[in-house]
């Protein structure tokens, strides 16, 4: 495709239910981004991958999610047992270069509601 | 790290007039400043962007200014229209594989 896609666009999860956000970047893209968007705030950055190298997983917020990039292209972010502050888009941006310096491409999001 | 605070968070302006979205960054080793513009439900789409290496950049109706010394950046819009309505989000990176950190946006709504 031309653009960053991202699956499902829309998911609800009952609380305590683990959940598979997936991304798929740009073709030949090097880095790789998750970030999560609130309700009426600005992207905040989750994890990093250049390739297949989780490089920065820092603005994880807690040990219940998980991301990987095994091939060096799809993305999987992984959140296990789901609680009401999870529920937020989940953007993934990719970038050609490897570094954030090259514009960034967002994929339309999945919009995560844990009830 | 790095902290970017945006103002106003929302902007009514009329049709035709001039919008100006400001930013302001904390980490002085901050050198690329990207704006993304953000329609209901769909994805951040970058309009322009600046590096700490000039002080101004027009791109069309749309420019935005750097000033190193102050750590703030704008974005202006001139001969607004309808369709400029959405979210606009400005971003500082330090550079490297560094990410961006965004600040929390301003919704611009812009009156026929």
């Known amino acids: 495709g031309a653009g960053v896609s991202q699956s499902p666009r829309y998911k609800v999860a009952k609380r305590g239910q683990d959940v598979a956000l997936r991304c798929d970047p740009i073709?030949?893209?090097?880095?790789l981004f998750w970030y999560q968007q609130a309700l009426g705030q600005g992207p905040e950055f989750l994890t990093y991958?250049?390739?297949?190298?989780?490089?920065?997983k820092s603005g994880l917020p807690s040990d219940r999610f998980f991301a990987e990039r095994p091939e060096g292209s799809v993305s999987t972010l992984k959140i296990q047992r789901t609680q009401q502050e999870d529920s937020a888009v989940y953007l993934c941006?990719?970038?050609?270069?490897?570094?954030?310096?090259?514009?960034?491409?967002f994929g339309q999001g999945t919009r995560l509601t844990v009830v | 790290g790095e902290n970017v605070e945006q103002h106003p968070s929302t902007l009514s302006v009329q049709e035709g007039d001039s919008a100006v979205i400001k930013c302001t960054y904390s980490?002085?080793?901050?050198?690329?400043f990207p704006w993304y513009k953000q329609e209901l439900g769909k994805r951040p789409q970058l309009i322009i962007d600046?590096?700490?290496?000039?002080g101004e950049k027009k791109d069309q109706r749309i420019a935005v200014t750097l000033n190193k010394t102050a750590k703030h950046f704008s974005l202006h819009i001139t001969e607004t229209q309808p369709e400029d309505s959405a979210v606009y989000f400005c971003?500082?990176?330090?550079?490297?594989?560094?990410?961006?950190?965004f600040g929390k946006g301003t919704m611009l709504l812009v009156s026929p």
């Open positions: 941006a990719s970038s050609l270069g490897g570094n954030m310096n090259t514009e960034a491409f």
């Open positions: 073709s030949g893209h090097v880095s």
């Open positions: 991958f250049q390739n297949e190298a989780q490089l920065d």
């Open positions: 980490d002085s080793a901050s050198n690329y």
């Open positions: 600046i590096r700490s290496n000039v």
């Open positions: 971003a500082a990176s330090i550079g490297g594989y560094s990410t961006l950190t």
